[in-house]
């Protein structure tokens, strides 16, 4: 009884390796599924682009795909923009990137301040307060810029009001009394609008992006992003 048990498992597992071979798809009417041809040859995809390369070309194929340097990231910006421009600028840039990808960086411009003395009538008389000026050891330019100020001396320019304030009140204890503070510049608050790292795919998408509330666009960071 036993070895006939064995013989119909050992016939059993014959027939079966058989069938899956496809030895036996004509005689038993079902067609064996399996990892063979024609099946395996039916599932390729665009087999004509498979291209089969010698060992020694494969090797040096994917070692140069290893060792490729990743895509370089660009900082780019476009502004500066006033307070009152922004916006706009912001609303023309949600048209290629969704909120999030920039920042808002701050690109306030300081103001400019000059310690100054004049404006005189005339040369005689601006000679004899640069001779005073000498004789109390002071420091003094001739201005040329701005043209209002010609015919007058200055003392100091500063990006900072307290420093003018301070240099006013020390040329007051040497004796000088007719200096006053002028203003050059305002002081002015701004923005820049930074993409930190842009691949290549969107920096030509950026350069692309064309709005006059963008003004000049997209350039390279001015001051590297940190």
């Known amino acids: 009884m036993l070895r006939a048990l064995v013989l119909v498992l050992a016939l059993a597992n014959l027939g ?7 030895w036996l798809d004509g005689a038993v009417g079902v067609r064996a599924r399996g990892d063979r041809e024609p099946e395996r040859l039916a599932r390729q995809v665009h087999p004509e682009l498979v291209r089969i390369l010698p060992p020694a070309a494969a090797s040096a194929a994917a070692s140069s795909a290893a060792s490729a340097p990743p895509a370089a990231l660009a900082c780019l910006e476009a502004g500066p923009f006033g307070g009152s421009d922004v916006g706009a600028a912001e609303l023309a840039l949600q048209a290629a990137l969704p909120s999030g990808r920039w920042t808002d960086v701050p690109a306030d411009k300081p103001g400019s301040w000059m310690v100054y003395m004049g404006k005189y009538p005339n040369r005689d008389t601006l000679a004899k307060k640069e001779d005073e000026l000498k004789r109390r050891k002071v420091d003094f330019d001739e201005v040329t810029t701005p043209a209002e100020f010609e015919l007058g001396l200055s003392l100091g320019r500063f990006d900072e009001r307290a420093a003018a304030d301070a240099t006013l009140a020390q040329l007051a204890q040497q004796g000088i009394h007719t200096a006053r503070i002028v203003e050059l510049k305002p002081a002015t608050r701004g923005h820049l609008l930074r993409v930190d790292q ?19 666009g997209f350039v390279p960071c001015a001051v590297a992003a940190r």
């Open 16 to 22: 079966f390796y058989a069938w899956s071979e496809g």
């Open 198 to 216: 842009a691949d290549p795919a969107l920096a030509g998408k950026l350069a692309a992006l064309k709005s006059d509330a963008l003004g000049r």
